[in-house]
């Protein structure tokens, strides 16, 4: 059976491997580490299909030493070992290298056998992972690590490999590969920079080609059949997931209702109508907040919406929902306040309720010293100065009035009935 396209180009040096050229190109620190013979360990994290694996193994065959491949996927203590025992061995005894892919997914137990052995030098690690390395690679070989994150590769990068494949699959054939620009570009685009998704693209737009005279030509309509989807990138457990809310978030804070509305249509195309909503809340409370008291109220009633309707008639108003935070007047006075109130409990000295506003409404109480409440509603205004906060936190000021017209106008108000200056 012929190996699949991706497996059939895969470069055998630095110079061959499309994209990453900031960490691997001519003069890059990951050049020069390993153009000095001495490479420490390395986690290569990143996105699928981006050349992490290849430049891994074509690291790990330059160093001379005996190499060793395992998968975290399918990897056992005992595979670990056996690769510690080879130590012993006339070929370990210079040390070998470890290339281990998807280290993320061995547990923490087997991370730890290899730990004293890649301290000493024996075993080189090159391990590469999808996951962020610091949220599922156990941190004492991080710290003996040096991690390089992959991008995902550029459009006029996958082109390359795209023209490099056809090449190929001309050859094979003895055919002459024709493809317009535009189709070029949509597949180059479409595979969301993963050049391994590019090249399976190709290979099947290769094999539904029509050949006329030994020409084989590959089509658009070919193209958009094999390309649907794929340049979503997105994983609800791992970092996409994450990055994407981020984004969706910081958006609409920033008021740029048009990327909020893109980051919206990434996270509905991929069916996460539950974490849209519950975001879409937080951002009501935390980034819209007394600017706009009622902001909260018409997301809940468009989240309310979106999940009796369900997907796809939910993206409507969440849109809605979107726009209207992106476009509204901005305030976190009132997210800062609980923060620094938390803070408080958690760390400081916080004392007790003040006796005059603890419950009385029990026999014994005035024995206790409760009492003395002044009512405010039965003051001028509705205002009475009193005692409220414990008394280590006296003077304590969690809100600061925000400088929109909502808060300015309370503000005001709170001065008329104080007869004081609130200071910003």
Same mark, same amino acid.
């Given at each position: 059976?012929?190996?699949?396209?991706?497996?059939?180009?895969?470069?055998?040096? *630095?110079?061959?491997? #499309?994209?990453?050229?900031?960490?691997?190109?001519?003069?890059?620190?990951?050049?020069?580490?390993?153009?000095?013979? %001495?490479?420490?360990?390395?986690?290569?994290?990143?996105?699928?299909?981006?050349?992490?694996?290849?430049?891994?193994?074509?690291?790990?065959?330059? $160093?001379?030493?005996?190499?060793?491949?395992?998968?975290?996927?399918?990897?056992?203590?005992?595979?670990?070992?056996?690769?510690?025992?080879?130590?012993?061995?006339?070929?370990?005894?210079?040390?070998?290298?470890?290339?281990?892919?998807?280290?993320?997914?061995?547990?923490?137990?087997?991370?730890?056998?290899?730990?004293?052995?890649?301290?000493?030098?024996?075993?080189?690690?090159?391990?590469?992972?999808?996951?962020?390395? +610091?949220?599922?690679?156990?941190?004492?070989? *991080?710290? %003996?690590?040096?991690?390089?994150?992959?991008?995902?590769?550029?459009?006029?990068?996958?082109?390359?490999?795209?023209?490099?494949?056809?090449?190929?699959?001309?050859?094979?054939?003895?055919?002459?590969?024709?493809?317009?620009?535009?189709?070029?570009? +949509?597949?180059?685009?479409?595979?969301?920079?993963?050049?391994?998704?590019?090249?399976?693209?190709?290979?099947?737009?290769?094999?539904?080609?029509?050949?006329?005279?030994?020409?084989?030509?590959?089509?658009?309509?070919?193209?958009?059949?094999?390309?649907?989807?794929?340049?979503? %990138?997105?994983?609800?457990?791992?970092?996409?997931?994450?990055?994407?809310?981020?984004?969706?978030?910081?958006?609409?804070?920033?008021?740029?209702?048009?990327?909020?509305?893109?980051?919206?249509?990434?996270?509905?195309?991929?069916?996460? $109508?539950?974490?849209?909503?519950?975001?879409?809340?937080?951002?009501?409370?935390?980034?819209?907040?007394?600017?706009?008291?009622?902001?909260?109220?018409?997301?809940?009633?468009? #989240?309310?919406?979106?999940?009796?309707?369900?997907?796809?008639?939910?993206?409507?108003?969440? /849109?809605?929902?979107?726009? *209207?935070?992106?476009? /509204?007047?901005?305030?976190?006075?009132?997210?800062?306040?609980?923060?620094?109130?938390?803070?408080? #409990?958690?760390?400081?000295?916080?004392?007790? #309720?003040?006796?005059?506003?603890?419950?009385?409404?029990?026999?014994?109480?005035?024995?206790?010293?409760?009492?003395?409440?002044?009512?405010?509603?039965?003051?001028?205004?509705?205002?009475?100065?009193?005692?409220? *906060?414990?008394?280590?936190?006296?003077?304590?000021?969690?809100?600061?009035?925000?400088?929109?017209?909502?808060?300015?106008?309370?503000?005001?108000?709170?001065?008329?009935?104080?007869?004081?200056?609130?200071?910003?």
């Amino acid at each position: 059976m012929s190996k699949p396209l991706a497996d059939r180009l895969r470069p055998q040096t *630095l110079d061959e491997v #499309v994209g990453q050229k900031e960490l691997i190109g001519p003069g890059s620190l990951l050049r020069k580490i390993l153009e000095s013979g %001495r490479v420490p360990n390395l986690i290569f994290y990143g996105p699928s299909g981006v050349g992490k694996t290849t430049v891994a193994r074509i690291i790990a065959g330059s $160093l001379g030493k005996k190499l060793y491949k395992l998968n975290g996927t399918t990897a056992s203590t005992a595979d670990i070992r056996a690769v510690v025992e080879e130590l012993d061995t006339l070929e370990g005894r210079d040390g070998v290298i470890l290339y281990l892919d998807e280290i993320q997914y061995l547990n923490k137990k087997q991370q730890q056998t290899l730990l004293e052995f890649i301290e000493t030098g024996e075993i080189t690690l090159i391990a590469s992972t999808t996951e962020n390395p +610091y949220f599922y690679i156990y941190n004492a070989i *991080l710290s %003996r690590s040096t991690v390089f994150e992959f991008k995902m590769v550029e459009p006029a990068e996958v082109q390359k490999a795209v023209l490099r494949a056809l090449e190929i699959l001309g050859k094979e054939s003895g055919e002459t590969p024709k493809i317009d620009d535009e189709v070029l570009g +949509y597949l180059a685009v479409t595979c969301g920079g993963d050049v391994r998704k590019a090249l399976g693209a190709t290979e099947l737009c290769w094999l539904a080609a029509s050949s006329q005279d030994g020409v084989r030509t590959i089509r658009m309509e070919d193209a958009q059949q094999v390309s649907q989807r794929s340049n979503m %990138r997105y994983d609800r457990d791992g970092d996409e997931h994450y990055d994407i809310l981020s984004a969706f978030q910081k958006s609409i804070r920033g008021s740029d209702e048009n990327a909020a509305v893109h980051y919206l249509a990434r996270l509905l195309s991929a069916g996460d $109508l539950l974490s849209v909503c519950r975001r879409l809340l937080v951002i009501a409370a935390e980034d819209i907040g007394l600017a706009y008291p009622q902001a909260i109220t018409i997301v809940k009633a468009c #989240v309310d919406a979106a999940l009796q309707l369900g997907l796809p008639e939910a993206q409507l108003p969440l /849109s809605q929902a979107v726009v *209207l935070l992106a476009t /509204s007047p901005k305030s976190n006075s009132s997210a800062k306040a609980i923060w620094a109130a938390m803070d408080d #409990v958690k760390n400081a000295e916080i004392g007790s #309720v003040p006796l005059t506003i603890r419950d009385t409404h029990y026999g014994g109480a005035k024995k206790l010293g409760r009492g003395g409440y002044l009512n405010s509603h039965d003051y001028p205004n509705h205002y009475v100065e009193q005692q409220y *906060l414990p008394d280590p936190l006296v003077g304590r000021v969690y809100y600061e009035f925000g400088q929109n017209k909502n808060e300015q106008a309370a503000k005001a108000y709170r001065e008329r009935i104080t007869g004081k200056k609130v200071e910003p």
